[in-house]
């Protein structure tokens, strides 16, 4: 990375948008799932690294809205597109979303991973945007970087080489 070039780092339960040169990344993606949307003709991109597939469920009333997929995604949208992105040329990439445990009962409840990657995919589906390329559930976490200037996906799987998508 040059001097030029910044790296924003995105929490979980949190979000962010930068432009090119500089990156976004975000690490600890367990049965988080990690969404990227960005306009690649603009060089913008955010990320949001969710934690829970919908608010509904929260019991408490002052919720991060960042924390919830049904929430955090729209909300990433409405940056992007106040900072210049065009809402008609968003795509998205997406990675996380892994079972890490194993139960023997067979409890939906217990299925955070694959239950986030749907929900992602539901809204993501309901707003129109395009899901480019994803890596999602397996058993390992992974720590992904998303580069505007080039569109591509670095994703570090625990033990494993990195790949591009």
């Known amino acids: 990375m040059t001097k030029a070039e910044t790296m924003v780092k995105v929490g979980i339960a949190d979000l962010n948008i930068v432009r090119a040169p ?3 990344r975000t690490a600890g993606l367990g049965s988080c799932v990690g969404i990227v949307i960005y306009d690649e003709g603009k060089h913008i ?3 949001s690294h969710i934690l829970l597939p919908d608010s509904s469920l929260a019991k408490q009333t002052d919720i991060n809205y ?8 729209p909300i990433l949208v409405n940056k992007l597109v106040g900072e210049g992105a ?3 040329a968003l ?4 990675a996380g979303g892994a079972q890490m445990f194993h139960f023997t009962s067979n409890s939906d409840i217990m299925r955070i991973g ?3 990657t749907e929900a992602v995919l539901a809204i993501l589906e309901a707003l129109r945007i395009p899901v480019i390329a994803s890596d999602t559930g397996g058993k390992i976490g992974r720590t992904i970087e998303f580069n505007p200037q080039t569109n591509r ?6 033990s494993k080489e990195e790949q591009f998508i």
């Open 22 to 24: 500089g990156m976004i």
């Open 45 to 47: 991109a955010g990320l």
């Open 66 to 73: 960042f924390k919830y997929a049904d929430t955090a995604i």
């Open 86 to 88: 065009r809402r008609y």
């Open 91 to 94: 795509k998205a990439k997406l």
């Open 114 to 116: 694959p239950r986030n």
């Open 153 to 158: 996906l670095k994703i570090k799987k625990a």
